[in-house]
C-alpha cells in the first residue's frame, strides 16, 4: 500500500527565505505527482504536476524535483512571501488500474514570517 | 479560470439523516472524483467516476455512500445515514482525462454531523 509522507510537518520562517519542502513515497510505481496548496478550510489549489518521467517543474518561484526510483520529491520555494503561509500537501497517482486515486502527504504547515 | 464548484459550502446534519453534497466538474472534463479530509488528517480517496459509472472506490465508500451524475453538469455524492465520523471536508475533483492530467479540486463542503 502506498504511503506518502511530508517532513516537516510544520515549518516558521522569516520573509525572503529559500525553503525547500520534502516528500516521499513507498511505491515508485507512480504515473505523476502533484503538489498542492491549501489555505486554512479552504479547497485544495494545484501548483505543478510532475510526470514520472520528468525531473522537475517550474512556475514562477516554485520549483518541484522528482527522484521517482528514489521515491523523493521536494517543492523549492524561493524567496518567500507572507502570502506563500498555507498547508503545502503532495499526492502521487499510481500506475496501473488504481490510477484514478491519488494518495496524499499528510502535508507542511508553512509560516512565512514579516 | 474554469473551476468545480460544491454546494453547500457547510452542513449540519443530525446522525442518521440522509445529505447529498454537490458539484459542478469542469464542462470538459471526464474524470470525476470524491475526496475527504477529517480534520487534523490527510485527505482521502472515496471514489472515481468515468462513463456513468463508479471506476475506484476504496474501503471509506461503503454501502452508506452512493454517487450519482442526475443530469450533464451535476456530480453528487450521497451519505444514506449520517455517522459522527463522518464529519469532514469533502472535495470533489475533476481531470480531463487520468493518468497524466492534473486534477482540479472544488473549495469541498464542510460536513458536520450532530
Known amino acids: 500500500k502506498q504511503e506518502v509522507t511530508q517532513i516537516p510537518a510544520a515549518l516558521s520562517v522569516p520573509e525572503g527565505e529559500n525553503l525547500v519542502l520534502n516528500c516521499s513515497f513507498t511505491?515508485?510505481?507512480?504515473?505523476?505527482l502533484q503538489w498542492f496548496r491549501q489555505d486554512p478550510g479552504k479547497g485544495l489549489t494545484s501548483l505543478l504536476l510532475?510526470?514520472?518521467?520528468?525531473r522537475e517543474q517550474t512556475s514562477g518561484r516554485l520549483n518541484a524535483s522528482l527522484d521517482k526510483s528514489s521515491g523523493r520529491s521536494t517543492l523549492y520555494i524561493a524567496a518567500s512571501q507572507p502570502g506563500d503561509s498555507a498547508t503545502y500537501l503532495c499526492?502521487?497517482?499510481?500506475?496501473?488500474?488504481?490510477?484514478?486515486?491519488?494518495?496524499f502527504g499528510g502535508g507542511t504547515r508553512l509560516m512565512v514570517k514579516p | 479560470e474554469p473551476e468545480v464548484t460544491q454546494t453547500p459550502s457547510h452542513q449540519v446534519t443530525q446522525m442518521g439523516q440522509e445529505v447529498i453534497l454537490r458539484c459542478v466538474p469542469i464542462?470538459?472534463?471526464?474524470?470525476f472524483y470524491w475526496y475527504r479530509q477529517i480534520l487534523g488528517q490527510k485527505v482521502e480517496f472515496l471514489v472515481s467516476?468515468?462513463?456513468?459509472?463508479?471506476?475506484?472506490k476504496s474501503e471509506i465508500f461503503d454501502d452508506q455512500f452512493s454517487v450519482e451524475r442526475p443530469d450533464g453538469s451535476n456530480f453528487t455524492l450521497k451519505i444514506r445515514s449520517t455517522k459522527l465520523e463522518d464529519s469532514a471536508m469533502y472535495f470533489c475533483?475533476?481531470?480531463?482525462?487520468?493518468?497524466?492530467?492534473?486534477?482540479?479540486f472544488g473549495e469541498g463542503s464542510r460536513l458536520t454531523v450532530l
Open positions: 510532475i510526470q514520472s518521467s520528468q
Open positions: 475533483a475533476s481531470s480531463p482525462s487520468t493518468w497524466t492530467t492534473a486534477s482540479v
Open positions: 511505491d515508485s510505481a507512480i504515473y505523476n
Open positions: 499526492a502521487v497517482r499510481p500506475e496501473g488500474n488504481a490510477g484514478n486515486m491519488l494518495t
Open positions: 464542462s470538459n472534463h471526464l474524470y
Open positions: 467516476f468515468y462513463n456513468n459509472e463508479i471506476s475506484e
